[in-house]
């Protein structure tokens, strides 16, 4: 067997919970390299939506940016802000989001705003930008996350985007329309939400990973189902098409040599 | 109609000491030469207006130009964390910075209703969000239709408006290509308007189709700056130079390092230099 990270685990297990039908918001960082892992795996088919305002966009090269040429240049079109906001995201054209931050709760409630009071934080985050409408307005949510007794926390200290809600009881109860957090994809496993309480519970651990070790990295007292699947390891050829991205990326975005 | 102007006389101009300033660009076209000129000529007490605040805002920050800022997302985009920010919400330094922080949608729909000439923006948000518990700005109303709670802001305007594009025609006329952000609508929300361009050409060739042109009557001063928008960029000019944003993190780290880049890159620099001429 090939060996690969945990964050590759990752990785490849986010980009395996997209479907060709899937038209999808894509977030900087790792969902923009599961997204596009899928488009040249098994989902050819998947359309990907960035906010800058791409529609169909198919990279050569994963972005640094939510708004490099490289999008725009290998988008079907390119539509303003305002449009990409009003009409794509919030007049339900999207089938899926993905989202990350800094801490989740069991729900699936995120915070990327702050670490520590909102007034005087110990950390500031970079805030919102689409997460809090994306949460609201994609059909159902992916959230990728490495995880951490830090990131997956009993409290948030702040709620930038809706998940199940503060008791898993809220969102439901708003008469959101759109299914909220489905799936939390980390270096150790992948959780789903109980389908009554919304609680997030372990539905399958990567290669080498134990239950004890999820609970040790899970803030929260963590469940299992009854039944906790062996994710699959990478194949070779996600593993070859995830590595040759990262690489064409990291040439093009010159970090091979020292910047002057 | 615009004024041809260097860059030294738009931002004197137009940008006052406690103005209400948007330099937009969404990750592209960020009118980061502008930015610097307004570093130069050290003007202070700006409201700081932009849905992406990236590297340049950081800079004007960790000058101490901003008293106040208005933002959806403040980092350094795929690098992580603008230092220069932190630094003045988590320590008050340079001077403590008050925000007022909204999500994408929110500060998209605000600009929109700013350009419109509307009170307010009304749309479908913030639902369970604990940002409407920190933003006095942050409202809701009731659909008088349908009775569905929708969210409120107060529409965006600004007393100066600062972008970067493409090109000018000689009359003033500006054509934004690529990914074009917000910045049409920034333009019509602000009392004034200053575009900085990479070229002035005698025909726009957009041959009336849809392509985005800002009218020479709705900008008040048009200057050529060839480059105006690195180390971001320009469609068709040249590339994000994204391993300047990548050095960022080390150099916005350290307030002393910080202000030596400042002094080489931004102080020492002529404005003749600056404007590209």
């Excluded at chain 1, 939510?66 to 794509?88: H, K, N, S």
């Excluded at chain 1, 990973?209 to 609970?215: P, S």
């Excluded at chain 2, 942050?138 to 100066?160: Q, W, Y």
Aim: proline share 7%; charged share 20%.
């Amino acid at each position: 067997m090939t060996a690969y990270t945990p964050t590759e685990m990752m990785t490849i297990a986010a980009a395996r919970a997209l479907s060709n039908d899937d038209i999808c918001f894509v977030g900087i960082g790792l969902p923009s390299a599961a997204c596009n892992l899928a488009r040249l795996t098994h989902a050819p088919r998947l359309r990907l939506v960035y906010e800058s305002g791409t529609l169909d966009t198919k990279p050569r090269v994963l972005p640094l940016s939510i708004g490099d040429g490289e999008l725009c240049e290998t988008a079907r079109t390119t539509v303003p802000v305002v449009e990409m906001f009003q009409y794509w995201l919030q007049g339900g054209r999207i089938t899926v989001g993905f989202l990350g931050g800094a801490q989740v709760d069991r729900f699936g409630n995120l915070n990327s705003t702050v670490i520590g009071p909102y007034a005087h934080p110990t950390v500031r985050l970079p805030g919102s930008g689409g997460a809090t409408e994306i949460a609201l307005h994609c059909g159902r949510i992916f959230i990728v996350m490495p995880h951490g007794p830090r990131a997956f926390v009993p409290r948030l200290d702040f709620v930038t985007s809706l998940g199940h809600g503060p008791t898993g009881t809220e969102r439901r109860a708003l008469g959101i329309a759109t299914d909220g957090p489905v799936l939390i994809v980390t270096d150790l496993c992948l959780m789903q939400p109980n389908p009554d309480t919304k609680e997030f519970e372990v539905v399958s651990v990567h290669p080498g990973v134990t239950m004890d070790r999820v609970r040790e990295q899970t803030g929260w007292p963590v469940q299992a189902r009854e039944r906790v699947d062996d994710t699959p390891p990478p194949l070779p050829e996600e593993l070859d098409v995830l590595r040759s991205l990262q690489q064409r990326t990291h040439r093009a975005h010159g970090l091979d040599t020292a910047h002057a | 109609m615009a004024d041809l102007l260097t860059l030294g006389d738009a931002i004197a101009r137009y940008v006052k000491p406690g103005s209400r300033v948007a330099l937009e660009g969404f990750t592209h076209l960020i009118p980061f030469a502008a930015g610097h000129e307004v570093i130069r000529q050290r003007i202070t007490n700006l409201t700081l207006i932009r849905m992406t605040p990236d590297v340049i805002y950081d800079q004007m920050i960790g000058c101490g130009c901003a008293e106040k800022l208005v933002f959806s997302w403040g980092g350094n985009p795929g690098v992580g964390s603008l230092h220069r920010l932190r630094d003045a919400v988590e320590h008050q330094w340079p001077r403590p910075l008050q925000i007022e922080e909204h999500s994408h949608a929110a500060m998209a729909h605000a600009y929109a209703a700013g350009a419109a000439g509307m009170p307010c923006a009304i749309f479908r948000g913030y639902t369970g969000s604990d940002l409407p518990r920190v933003n006095a700005n942050i409202k809701s109303l009731a659909c008088p239709f349908t009775g569905e709670t929708l969210a409120v802001v107060p529409a965006l305007t600004m007393d100066v408006a600062v972008v970067h594009a493409q090109k000018a025609d000689r009359e003033g006329n500006v054509l934004v290509s690529g990914i074009v952000g917000v910045q049409k609508e920034a333009v019509l929300a602000a009392a004034r308007a200053i575009v900085t361009v990479e070229e002035l050409v005698d025909d726009l060739e957009t041959e009336g189709t849809n392509a985005v042109v800002i009218p020479s009557w709705c900008i008040d001063a048009v200057v050529v700056t060839p480059g105006g928008a690195r180390p971001s960029y320009a469609h068709g000019y040249y590339a994000r130079d994204n391993a300047f944003y990548t050095s960022w993190d080390a150099i916005s780290r350290d307030r002393e390092v910080f202000r030596r880049w400042i002094d080489d890159n931004v102080m020492s620099v002529r404005r003749s230099e600056a404007a590209g001429s």
